[in-house]
């Protein structure tokens, strides 16, 4: 059975950091490229960070230097770094198991950033 599961989402102030983690079981972690998604209210899921299941990571433009994403592959976990958190970061953060027949999600896990 296939399992992501998203946490450490919660209420933070601007300025600050949050990391996200994201445990994932029933299919090959090392092998697969995963991603940080992230849905605000009211707009569509975006997509944060990929990183290659070597290591490699790619940014969406506009958030490249704040948000940091890396991977365990022992303990099959992918992680994102935000810092600088600002209010428009606010949104339930997803994570993928990317697949060209369909990605696997985690539920998601809420994050808020007060001014």
């Known amino acids: 059975q296939v399992q992501l599961v998203e946490s450490g989402g919660g209420l933070v102030q601007a300025g600050g950091s949050l990391r996200l983690s994201c445990a994932t079981s029933g299919f090959i972690f090392r092998i697969h490229m995963m991603g940080w998604y992230r849905q605000a209210p009211g707009k569509q899921r975006e997509l944060v960070a990929y990183?290659?299941?070597?290591?490699?990571?790619i940014y969406t433009d506009s958030l490249k230097g704040r948000f940091t994403i890396s991977r365990d592959n022992a303990r099959s976990t992918v992680y994102l770094q935000m810092n600088s958190l600002k209010p428009e970061d606010t949104g339930v953060y997803y994570c993928?198991?990317?697949?060209?027949?369909?990605?696997?999600w985690g539920q998601g896990t809420q994050v808020t950033v007060s001014l």
């Open positions: 990183i290659t299941s070597d290591g490699g990571a």
């Open positions: 993928a198991a990317e697949r060209g027949g369909g990605n696997y």
